[in-house]
Nanobody, 124 residues
Framework: QVQLVESGGGSVQVGGSLRLSCVYSGDVRSRTTMGWFRQAPGKEREGVASLYIYSVNGLFDDSVKGRFTIYRDAANNILRLQMNNVKAEDTAMYYC?????????????????WGQGTQVTVSS
């Protein structure tokens, strides 16, 4: 019902910034919560940030609080993840997701639509 396409990934040095974008289309009214997840080699996919589309307050994993910001550019149908002061452990494939939940959550099983991912590599 919802199509998601991520972009903006790339290589960045420790302490730098990067902005990821997720262009969404389809029936977003049925997918009221959106989020960003990441998966590093050998690790499980984990929630990074989530946003209820009718709210301005996002939910963040402790590992990125104060460094990342999630927000929605509603006019252009884009969910963004602003990554500041990146760390080596931020290196991962980042996925955009959407689900019908009313309220943000970092539980991956709450999401039903997924993008194909964009790679972020943080180097020193």
């Amino acid at each position: 019902q919802v199509q998601l396409v991520e972009s903006g990934g790339g290589s960045v040095q420790v302490g730098g910034s990067l902005r990821l974008s997720c262009v969404y289309s389809g029936d977003v009214r049925s997918r009221t919560t959106m989020g960003w997840f990441r998966q590093a080699p050998g690790k499980e996919r984990e929630g990074v940030a989530s946003l209820y589309i009718y709210s301005v307050n996002g939910l963040f994993d402790d590992s990125v609080k104060g460094r990342f910001t999630i927000y929605r550019d509603a006019a252009n149908n884009i969910l963004r993840l602003q990554m500041n002061n990146v760390k080596a452990e931020d290196t991962a494939m980042y996925y955009c997701a959407a689900g019908p939940r009313i309220g943000p959550t970092l539980r991956k099983d709450a999401y039903t639509s997924w993008g194909q991912g964009t790679q972020v590599t943080v180097s020193s």
